[in-house]
């Protein structure tokens, strides 16, 4: 499956938009509770990448996959303040709730990489397939969440069903 094909099933999934992508806030679910934070220049710069990373690596959009995907993008390469803000809070709040995972993934990490430490832009990463988007990231072929269900974040559309 091309990575935009996979990436546009992902956001029916999840119910996510690429309008997020420039919106002025971002909203963060936390459990029943939405927070409302600003969508920086540097948060706009990364998310689109990250949201291929879920990708390629097969976490979940909920808290413990938020957590997970934070830690392998720590470990693997981050670059700029926001991407290290955003992943730092989310492995701490991981590091709460999920710690033996969220270690896990900071693991899973070693000699992988990021799309933002590859160089490879958001539309060259779009016309791949996924699996050659794993091999470039050096990920394994079947994803790193493979110990445990994928789960999708509190404020998914309650019809959506999560595929491998």
Known sequence: ?????????????NGFTTAAYTAPTVEIPIGPVTIPLPNTAGRKKVVKLHDLHHLATGY??????????GAWELRAGCVGLAAYVYNGMAVAMGLLIAPLRTVQAFRDAR???????????YDAAMALDVAELRARLGVKREGMA????????SAAPKTSAVTA
Request: glycine letters at 10%; zero cysteines.
């Open 1 to 13: 499956m091309l990575v935009k094909d996979a990436l546009a099933q992902y956001f029916a999934i």
């Open 60 to 69: 979940g959009t909920d808290l413990v996959g938020e957590a997970e995907i």
């Open 111 to 121: 000699g992988t990489t990021t799309l933002y430490r590859l160089g490879l832009d």
């Open 146 to 153: 493979t110990r445990h269900p994928v789960r999708l974040h």
